[in-house]
T-cell receptor, first 113, second 116 residues
Framework: SQQGEEDPQALSIQEGENATMNCSYKTSINNLQWYRQNSGRGLVHLILIRSNEREKHSGRLRVTLDTSKKSSSLLITASRAADTASYFCATVPSNFGNEKLTFGTGTRLTIIP | DTGVSQNPRHKITKRGQNVTFRCDPISEHNRLYWYRQTLGQGPEFLTYFQNEAQLEKSRLLSDRFSAERPKGSFSTLEIQRTEQGDSAMYLC????FGGGTPDTQYFGPGTRLTVL
């Protein structure tokens, strides 16, 4: 079953604008990760944030984590056409030995040139 | 290309037939994972291996599904007596355990199964 929900389900913006997508989850986590998936292909890891971190940056990506609200957000700045993809958050539970990634339902991002 | 590879990329089969997919992980990655993704949804965990040992199986993995990793390198996922509900993308991922980027899994391109 899916761990949580992502919001919005779909987002269309003009190239150059910033895109923000949100993820909510249900259980205590060790870390939260964001992945990108292009049109029915495999997933590419973007960024990982640990439960004791509140914000992390990687290039044009900024991720925040609020464990009290069990939510995270991904900000993509200065969007490009190549950013068009589906974005998924995935959580790793906090209980030791639990290996599996539990994915959200995804946000489909379309960048309009 | 040294990434995770999966074969075949696409498989169309008739209901009731058996199918087998193969995953070749990144060399030296001792953990290997299988996920299933249906249209419009995020991937769902099926099972994972540490070397040749299968350590966890999801309840999604019914008796018709079997996964192996006989020599701790490549893995196969077999579905027997396929049903239309098995139509999905089957994703494989791998990662090194005890080294590399913690908890980051590297995904293959997937095998898209269509059951007619």
């Amino acid at each position: 079953s899916q761990q949580g929900e992502e919001d919005p389900q779909a987002l269309s913006i003009q190239e150059g604008e910033n895109a923000t997508m949100n993820c909510s989850y249900k259980t205590s986590i060790n870390n939260l990760q964001w992945y990108r998936q292009n049109s029915g292909r495999g997933l590419v890891h973007l960024i990982l944030i640990r439960s004791n971190e509140r914000e992390k940056h990687s290039g044009r990506l900024r991720v925040t984590l609020d464990t009290s609200k069990k939510s995270s957000s991904l900000l993509i700045t200065a969007s490009r056409a190549a950013d068009t993809a589906s974005y998924f958050c995935a959580t790793v539970p906090s209980n030791f030995g639990n290996e599996k990634l539990t994915f959200g339902t995804g946000t489909r991002l379309t960048i309009i040139p | 290309d040294t990434g995770v590879s999966q074969n075949p990329r696409h498989k169309i089969t008739k209901r009731g037939q058996n199918v087998t997919f193969r995953c070749d992980p990144i060399s030296e990655h001792n953990r290997l994972y299988w996920y299933r993704q249906t249209l419009g949804q995020g991937p769902e965990f099926l099972t994972y291996f540490q070397n040749e040992a299968q350590l966890e199986k999801s309840r999604l993995l019914s008796d018709r599904f079997s996964a192996e990793r006989p020599k701790g390198s490549f893995s196969t996922l077999e579905i027997q007596r396929t049903e239309q509900g098995d139509s999905a993308m089957y994703l494989c991922a791998s990662r090194p355990f005890g080294g590399g980027t913690p908890d980051t899994q590297y995904f293959g391109p997937g095998t898209r199964l269509t059951v007619l």
